[in-house]
């Protein structure tokens, strides 16, 4: 089992609509969670990070379940500058490395 | 734009070449993370510096090194190059080992090894 793991998509949702992405990790001790963007042939920046009372930027909503170790990102009220794919990542325990999902990939269409 | 640069922006090397990137980190950071990402993949964690020093290290073969200056850009060196090594290679830079709230990645080198 991967230690992030990630639905690739593609999620190909109309403008407006709320998406929600979820990505599990495998280590229950992982104590660091984050969100990041990454256009195409760019690099990764980082959109959130997810603390365990959960967060919220704008439309923007991360969210951490520790029982069932998986984190989650909401998108309310899609726009089409938000096609991009979407990538979690875990520190791994105890360590200074940090574990990426394969991504999930974000179309949003007029 | 953060202050991270990467060089050269792509690359294209043949089997059993050797190749070095470069890293220049964003000022006021002593530590630099280096990945590989994979065509639709995620970035996967080769090593990091933290002041010159190796501090951790993927599940990378040793043909992939490091090095990391006093000024602490650093570079990034692949031996005997394979086909399955053509990826994009990224750097990030922060200011202390685990603060990924502070970290920034480059642009990316983009390694093709025919």
């Known amino acids: 089992r991967k230690e992030v793991e990630q639905d690739p998509g593609p999620f190909n949702v109309p403008e407006g609509a709320t998406v929600a992405f979820n990505c599990t990790y495998s280590?229950?001790?992982?104590?660091?969670f984050f969100w990041y963007r990454q256009d195409c042939r760019k690099e990764p920046k980082l959109l959130m990070s997810?603390?365990?009372s959960g967060n919220e930027d704008g439309r923007f909503t991360a969210q951490l379940n520790r029982a069932s170790q998986y984190i989650s990102l909401l998108i309310r009220d899609s726009k089409l500058s938000d096609s991009a794919t979407y990538l979690c990542?875990?520190?791994?325990?105890?360590?200074?490395?940090?574990?990426f999902g394969t991504g999930t990939r974000l179309q949003v269409f007029p | 734009e953060t202050g991270v640069t990467q060089s050269p922006t792509h690359l294209i090397k043949t089997r059993g070449q050797q190749v070095t990137l470069r890293c220049s980190s964003q000022?006021?950071?002593?530590?630099v993370s280096w990945y590989q990402q994979a065509l639709g993949q995620g970035p996967q964690f080769i090593f990091q510096?933290?002041?010159?020093?190796?501090?951790g290290r993927g599940n990378f073969p040793p043909r992939f090194s490091g090095l990391q200056f006093p000024n602490y850009s650093s570079e990034l060196n692949v031996n005997a190059l394979e086909l399955d090594d053509s990826a994009l290679y990224l750097c990030?830079?922060?200011?202390?080992?685990?603060?990924?709230?502070?970290?920034?990645f480059g642009p990316g080198t983009r390694l093709t090894v025919l």
């Open positions: 990030a830079s922060s200011a202390a080992p685990g603060n990924y709230n502070e970290q920034f």
């Open positions: 990542a875990v520190e791994s325990y105890n360590t200074d490395k940090l574990i």
């Open positions: 000022s006021g950071h002593n530590t």
């Open positions: 510096y933290y002041r010159e020093e190796e501090n």
């Open positions: 280590n229950s001790a992982s104590q660091s």
């Open positions: 997810v603390y365990s």
